[in-house]
């Protein structure tokens, strides 16, 4: 267990603040223009119940019938723009050194959650705090109060990575 | 979408293509850094959130200003107000402890495979598992809360 871990650094932002404004503003100019084009508010945890709904008949799928395929173009932007960024500026492959059982179990999770909770870190905390709802705004600040509780205690508990 | 404007696929590709773009630009698709924000060590992740909130808010806020319906589905510009109850902070909080568990959501993790990170799979697998777990549940019980 390491105690300077859990306490914040002198440094706060280490990486600089530029990837991460630029990243951030391309993401909501992404959000943006789809809104602007259809008046959608695209977030991207609808997809996983979207795209059950082509393989499995339960009605809580089945409601994003009429929405699945349109999801999933985005869902595919989502992975070749990524893939452009890997091409162009990160010169191959990364692969991240997370255990896969935090990521298996973690994804389980996060698959109950953002559905149950109606929305993820792109519905809630990209188009809904940009909307000023309160819904997302309590969810938001729900699932990142619970997150750093959570990461500080899995590192605490000496799990890395 | 055949029934679909000509532009809507194209301009749903193009939306996408720039999210993830930006996710990855962020670094937002690699765990470690998300797990370096939630561990207090770079606190980038914040600038992401509300840079990009910031943008669509802008987008919100103008859109209806300069015409009543979006020009590609007729439909009224409206923001993303979303009903409260139990289940916002119920599933926020199972997000939470799961994002918290992987540095992953999903967003990010459709991003993570894009920049080859092959792994991630055990994540987007998970989050299949968890959707359909949740859809088998609540199937049924209830059509309250639809969103």
């Avoid at chain 1, 393989?55 to 699945?68: I, M, N, P």
């Avoid at chain 1, 255990?99 to 999770?109: A, C, D, E, H, I």
């Avoid at chain 1, 990209?126 to 709802?133: E, F, K, L, N, Q």
């Avoid at chain 2, 193009?14 to 561990?39: C, I, K, N, T, W």
């Amino acid at each position: 267990m390491d105690p300077v871990s859990v306490l914040p650094v002198a440094e706060p932002f280490p990486n600089g603040v530029a990837r991460y404004a630029i990243g951030g503003l391309l993401v909501g100019l992404g959000a943006a223009v789809i809104y602007l084009g259809t008046g959608i508010s695209a977030g991207a945890s609808t997809f996983l119940e979207s795209t059950l709904s082509y393989v499995s008949g339960q009605s809580r799928f089945q409601r994003y019938v009429a929405s699945r395929d349109w999801r999933l173009l985005f869902t595919l932007g989502i992975v070749m723009g990524a893939g452009v960024y890997a091409v162009v500026f990160q010169g191959g492959a990364w692969t991240t050194a997370v255990s896969p059982w935090r990521l298996l179990l973690g994804g389980v999770l996060v698959g109950i959650g953002t559905r149950v909770g109606r929305g993820c870190t792109s519905g809630h905390g990209i188009c809904g705090v940009g909307s000023a709802s309160r819904t997302s705004l309590v969810g938001v600040v729900t699932f990142l109060l619970v997150a750093i509780g959570t990461a500080q205690l899995v590192a605490a508990l000496g799990v890395t990575p | 979408m055949t029934d679909r404007h000509p532009l809507f696929a194209p301009l749903i590709l193009v939306g996408g293509l720039l999210f993830g773009f930006g996710l990855a630009y962020s670094h937002m698709a690699r765990p470690e850094v998300v797990l370096d924000f939630l561990q207090f060590e770079d606190f980038g992740l914040l600038f992401v959130m509300f840079v990009g909130a910031g943008v669509t808010g802008l987008a919100y806020l103008l859109a209806p200003r300069l015409s009543d319906r979006a020009p590609l589905t007729g439909d009224r510009f409206e923001r993303r107000l979303k009903p409260f109850d139990r289940n916002v902070v119920v599933g926020g909080t199972i997000f939470g402890v799961g994002w918290g568990v992987s540095g992953v959501c999903p967003g990010a993790a459709y991003a993570s495979l894009g920049v080859g990170n092959v792994t991630i799979l055990w994540a987007i697998a998970g989050m299949f598992v968890g959707a359909y777990l949740q859809g088998r549940w609540r199937s049924g019980t209830s059509s309250a809360g639809a969103d």
